[in-house]
């Protein structure tokens, strides 16, 4: 959280109005998916990836700059770190589905793999032969 409300701060400073967040623990992003979903930004407040099953993809999604910094502001000053607390219910939300949309863009959903510690390295390399 407070990672993004850096780079919102700044961002917001230069005058930008968008900014997509990535995790760095994704290392096989796809760029046709991001480029599916930067079509969108004018036309949306936020877009987010969802998977079928309701999960959102908050860590690899497009927010609105100012919007997004006053949440994180709130956030970070009540303590309620949660990714979803970002995202304003109210605002015109543009969920993408990674499996009925993204997936012909990366037929493995590589793009959405984590690694967040060494022991999941080998079910990485189990499932990708070029890691």
């Known amino acids: 959280m407070v990672g993004l409300y850096s780079t919102l701060n700044d961002l917001n400073d230069l005058g930008y109005r968008f900014q997509f967040t ?3 623990d994704m290392p096989f992003i796809k760029p046709k998916i991001i480029q599916y979903m ?3 930004y004018s036309s949306y407040d936020y877009i987010i990836p969802q998977w079928n099953n309701g ?10 700059i100012k919007i997004t910094l006053n949440l994180v502001k709130k956030c970070l000053k009540t ?3 949660k990714l979803t607390n970002i995202i304003d219910i109210n605002s015109n939300i543009r969920f993408i589905s990674i ?5 012909k863009y ?3 959903l ?3 793999i984590n690694i967040n510690n060494k022991n999941d ?3 990485i390399k189990k499932k990708k032969t070029n890691f």
């Open 99 to 103: 499996e009925n949309e993204l997936k």
């Open 106 to 108: 990366d037929l493995l």
């Open 79 to 81: 303590n309620k770190l």
């Open 110 to 112: 590589e793009t959405f």
């Open 22 to 24: 990535i995790s760095c």
């Open 38 to 40: 930067i079509q969108y």
């Open 55 to 64: 999960y959102i993809e908050p860590l690899f999604a497009i927010y609105p």
């Open 121 to 123: 390295i080998p079910e």
